[in-house]
């Protein structure tokens, strides 16, 4: 199976910066797509960001020039840096991968999500 960890969320001030970091560990895996999902209190789960392993992005319109994410496939991390930051950002983010574990096939895993507070 393969697990996803994440790091670096917490309280912020407006037009602050955190950097946010998944590890996803395991074995016999590859992963094409991971990404960045957040959920703010009463609204749907909605995408940040995801990357390809060739580079490929895609960002929300909301963090489209505030927020970048970047990868290490080697590493088989991802970061997601989120500047300029707005109390509208506040909710919990959640690392997502769609890894190709041999002999399971394409799976869809989650993070444990991590809490991003911004306020003054």
């Known amino acids: 199976q393969v697990q996803l960890v994440e790091s670096g969320g917490g309280l912020v001030q407006p037009g602050g910066s955190l950097r946010l970091s998944c590890a996803a560990s395991?074995?016999?895996?590859?992963?094409?797509?991971m990404g960045w999902y957040r959920q703010a209190p009463g609204r749907q789960r909605e995408l940040v960001a995801d990357s390809t392993s060739g580079g490929r992005t895609n960002y929300a319109s909301s963090v489209k020039g505030r927020f970048t994410i970047s990868r290490d496939n080697d590493k088989n991390t991802v970061y997601l840096q989120m500047n300029s930051l707005k109390p509208e950002d506040t909710a919990v983010y959640y690392c997502?991968?769609?890894?190709?574990?041999?002999?399971?096939?394409?799976?869809?895993?989650w993070g444990q999500g991590t809490l991003v507070t911004v306020s003054s």
């Open positions: 997502n991968a769609e890894p190709y574990v041999m002999g399971l096939g394409r799976l869809e895993v």
């Open positions: 395991g074995s016999d895996f590859t992963i094409n797509t």
